[in-house]
């Protein structure tokens, strides 16, 4: 009955670096997150999911499943059964390119209700159909049964020629900055200050102002998911291991809720509190570091965002900032050599990787060629095994006994296998060295400034903080804070 009565209240901090928290934790900048740190479980060593986008990211914290089950690959991708590429707006330039028109279709509406698989079940889904309230707060996903109008701005509906308009179907409670307000007259106050004009309510501040709103209403759901998304766009225009700044604004959120209770104590006491990063964030070194991999791949007829697959096409790049994946439209065994071979020669990536029947191939600048499988001959830190052939030097690994352990790709065995078992994942998966990012026409560059995407551990590693209920895990990935929080419900 404890756990019936416990409530959960989880953080998702867009960007999360350990560096720049390690830094705000010792010059006492983040006085929340130190309260909770100092009360319960925590490790700057949590391994996120590969793509290091936060579409897929935040699927996998939504849902407790990998690319390979929830089926959304990054945040530009191409869609085989619609032969277009699809892109939530990576950039200003590519929104342009796209029209806003597809850009926000793909994001607000086909995002969460066609794109992420429907064999797998949101947390919201699965709480609320055992009869538990969930909610949530600016998040990216947010599927449930509940149908809610979209508000679409005026500006918006102004660019796209008044042609959005549709349901989401969220929780029961869903505030999603302009595009989902409160439905209440005494909330006119909040609606009328900048934080619900700034990016269109999707900010720190008002995130932290709605889910402070909703407690001190007396409206708690068992489950509220609070999503600060400006560290993001902070760390892409700073060095992203200095961006405490950034945090200790976040910071300033979590203190908020805290603060709708009682005392903090009482928060915890009464809550689960988790406060999680997507992904982090490494630097890109200076412009030299920009490698504009359309080009370098040029010689092959490249799809172009914003149109339908043509007949002269041979493939299409769909550029993740530190990733990207390869498409191959035609033509399939040639040109995936071909382009595999290009590649090889291209400055700044690292790996290229691609499913070969049962085995996945994993291929390193500088010529490291590691075949593997799933098997019973190795096994890694995660409870994987492993059938390996080559040198796991490509994948960061090395061997102990019967034993594989990472080092700057953590989990990288089953990270590329569940990237590549995604039914929309590219033919070919390449990542960036550290210090590179891929670029493209339409693409965002972030010299001397931050970037993600990749498998690397400046990429993939989050600060994980668990506070009012015990919390185990010794090699944590956002993957397992799902089947966490069902636990404490009692459903599998």
């Not at 290091?52 to 991708?77: K, L, R, Y």
């Not at 595009?179 to 269109?200: D, G, M, N």
């Not at 790996?351 to 096994?379: C, H, N, T, V």
Request: net charge positive; with cysteine; charged share 25%.
């Amino acid at each position: 009955m404890e756990a019936r009565r416990r409530k959960t209240i989880l953080f998702i901090v867009d960007s999360f670096n350990p560096t720049a928290l390690r830094r705000a934790l010792d010059r006492k900048m983040v006085p929340a997150m130190e309260f909770l740190k100092k009360r319960g479980y925590f490790t700057d060593r949590c391994v996120s999911v590969f793509p290091t986008m936060t579409p897929t990211c935040a699927s996998t914290i939504a849902t407790g499943t990998s690319p390979s089950d929830h089926q959304v690959p990054g945040f530009v991708w191409f869609n085989r059964r619609e032969k277009r590429i699809v892109n939530y707006g990576i950039s200003p330039l590519a929104v342009w390119k796209m029209g806003v028109k597809r850009v926000i279709q793909d994001l607000l509406f086909n995002l969460n209700h066609i794109q992420l698989s429907k064999k797998v079940k949101t947390l919201y889904e699965s709480m609320e159909e055992a009869g538990f309230t969930t909610g949530a707060v600016n998040p990216f996903i947010f599927r449930s049964s509940r149908s809610h109008r979209a508000r679409i701005p005026f500006i918006m509906q102004l660019c796209s020629t008044f042609g959005l308009s549709g349901k989401l179907m969220g929780p029961g409670n869903l505030f999603l900055g302009q595009f989902c307000p409160p439905e209440s007259s005494q909330w006119s106050k909040i609606l009328a200050v900048p934080h619900y004009l700034r990016k269109f309510g999707v900010n720190d501040e008002y995130s932290g102002t709605v889910g402070r709103w909703i407690i001190r209403r007396g409206r708690q759901p068992d489950l509220l998911t609070i999503y600060l998304p400006d560290t993001d766009g902070y760390s892409h225009r700073h060095d992203p291991y200095c961006s405490e700044d950034s945090l200790q604004r976040a910071d300033r959120q979590v203190g908020k809720i805290l603060g709708a209770f009682p005392s903090w104590d009482e928060a915890i006491k009464k809550n689960t509190i988790i406060i999680v990063g997507d992904h982090s964030q490494s630097r890109v070194d200076d412009r030299s570091h920009i490698v504009r991999l359309s080009r370098e791949l040029g010689i092959f007829p490249q799809l172009d965002i914003g149109k339908e697959d043509r007949p002269d096409s041979e493939i299409a790049v769909c550029l993740n900032e530190r990733m990207a994946h390869i498409y191959i439209l035609r033509d399939r065994e040639r040109l995936q050599s071909a382009v595999t071979n290009r590649l090889q020669s291209v400055r700044g990536v690292d790996q290229i990787a691609w499913k070969d029947g049962e085995w996945f191939r994993l291929m390193q600048a500088g010529g490291r060629m590691l075949s593997y499988r799933p098997g019973r001959d190795l096994w890694d830190d995660y409870g994987n095994g492993w059938s390996l052939e080559g040198d796991p030097r490509a994948a960061g690994a090395g061997i102990h006994g019967h034993t594989i352990v990472f080092n700057q790709y953590p989990d990288a065995l089953a990270q590329f296998a569940n990237a590549l078992n995604c039914e929309n994942a590219g033919d070919l998966v390449v990542t960036a060295k550290v210090g590179f990012e891929f670029s493209g026409d339409h693409g965002p560059e972030h010299p001397g400034c931050g970037s993600h995407g990749s498998i690397h551990r400046e990429d993939a590693l989050v600060p994980l903080f668990v506070a009012g209920e015990p919390f185990g895990a010794s090699k944590p990935r956002i993957m397992d804070l799902a089947p966490f929080i069902r636990s404490q419900y009692g459903l599998a």
